[in-house]
């Protein structure tokens, strides 16, 4: 079955920074618009980031600036450069895939700012 697997999670400190990793197996992966999510304790789950197969991106307005997207077609293989980050970034940060009615995640990657 399809696999989206996020890796690179882990603690930082405000003003740090991470990339985070998702590796696609079993599925098109060009065709699809892949996307970064994040859920914090207590809240709903927001996208973060996207990005269409052409490339195009889209952020949330929290991390517009800090946050950039990406993804290499040919490694199947999307990531998430996170700079200047903010307590309120912590999270479990989501790989998601979709195309149509297809939505695929992953299991999640625990980020953590902190002090």
């Known amino acids: 079955q399809v696999q989206l697997v996020e890796s690179g999670g882990g603690s930082v400190q405000p003003g740090g920074s991470l990339r985070l990793s998702c590796a696609a197996a079993?599925?098109?992966?060009?065709?699809?618009?892949m996307g970064w999510y994040r859920q914090a304790p207590g809240k709903q789950r927001e996208l973060v980031a996207n990005?269409?197969?052409?490339?195009?991106?889209n952020y949330a307005d929290s991390v517009k600036g800090r946050f950039t997207i990406s993804r290499d077609n040919a490694k199947n293989t999307m990531y998430l450069q996170m700079n200047s980050l903010k307590p309120e970034d912590t999270a479990v940060y989501y790989c998601?895939?979709?195309?149509?009615?297809?939505?695929?995640w992953g299991q999640g990657t625990q980020v953590t700012v902190s002090s």
């Open positions: 998601n895939a979709v195309r149509v009615n297809i939505n695929y």
């Open positions: 079993r599925i098109t992966f060009e065709i699809y618009t």
């Open positions: 990005i269409i197969n052409g490339g195009s991106t």
